[in-house]
């Protein structure tokens, strides 16, 4: 299973600092990430892709995170 997740950043470096302190928090999640983008046309905004290892740990993860300071929008996906 993967998590997509979008954060819609203010501050990118900002935002940056705070994710990559999250590190441990995530990797105790279950989540390893896979991929980051950030938005051509609004270098502010950031997707990720994450490999779940457990979800329920996972939306723990993402009820008690903030975005870091951004709205945040995540989808559990599956393989079709």
């Not at 980051?36 to 939306?59: G, H, S, Y």
Request: net charge negative; aromatic share 12%; proline share 2%.
């Amino acid at each position: 299973m993967h998590l997509l997740a979008h954060f819609d950043t203010t501050d990118y470096a900002a935002w940056k600092q705070a994710f990559d302190r999250d590190a441990e928090d995530r990797a105790l999640a279950g989540l390893s990430m896979l991929q980051m983008w950030r938005a051509v046309d609004e270098p502010a905004n950031v997707t990720c892709l994450f490999e779940v290892a457990d979800r329920p740990r996972a939306q723990g993860w993402l009820n008690k995170e903030t975005g870091f300071g951004a709205a945040i929008t995540a989808h559990f996906l599956n393989t079709a």
